[in-house]
């Protein structure tokens, strides 16, 4: 009969020097669960990919759907503001607001889709203090095929002319 602590092979290895050696108990036993198999869990890994995967793939054309839209919106608004610093000049000719929208839109690209089908809009207003209100409207990019999510932006200026002080 051995005592604890005896000699084997020649080596005599105590409690602190085993835990010392194999990392501590911790250690030993995750290994030891690890090489002895999974038991019920086995397999569950592949079972929550496949669960969690679709979700993921979700969130992600979502944000990019997101994205999108916000640049289209950007766009349109800055359209529109184009838009009315051209037809709030001093005598400036009608439809100057439209054209330059128009100039604006075509050379930002496709990000804002279907603006040509009414066109950008500007109204002059004519009061005590004359208004231009320009709107350009369309819609984002898409990455669901057939759904479409609307864009409509309206910025406003006053019309510069002279008076008298």
Known sequence: ?????????????????????????????????????????????PVELAVVMPAILVLLFASIQVAAWFVAR???????????????????????????????????????VGWDQPGPACVTTIADTAEVICTVSGDSLSVIPGVSFPVRQTAHGTVERWTTG
Do not use: Y
């Open 74 to 112: 950007a766009t349109a608004l800055n359209a529109a503001q184009s838009a009315v610093n051209a037809q709030r000049l001093h005598e400036a000719p009608a439809g100057a607001g439209e054209a330059r929208a128009v100039d604006f839109l075509t050379a930002a690209g496709d990000w804002l």
């Open 1 to 45: 009969m051995r005592r604890h602590g005896a000699r084997r092979s020649g080596v005599r290895l105590g409690q602190r020097t085993r835990r010392r050696l194999t990392g501590g108990v911790r250690l030993g036993q995750a290994a030891r669960r690890r090489l002895t198999g999974g038991g019920a869990e086995r397999g569950a890994n």
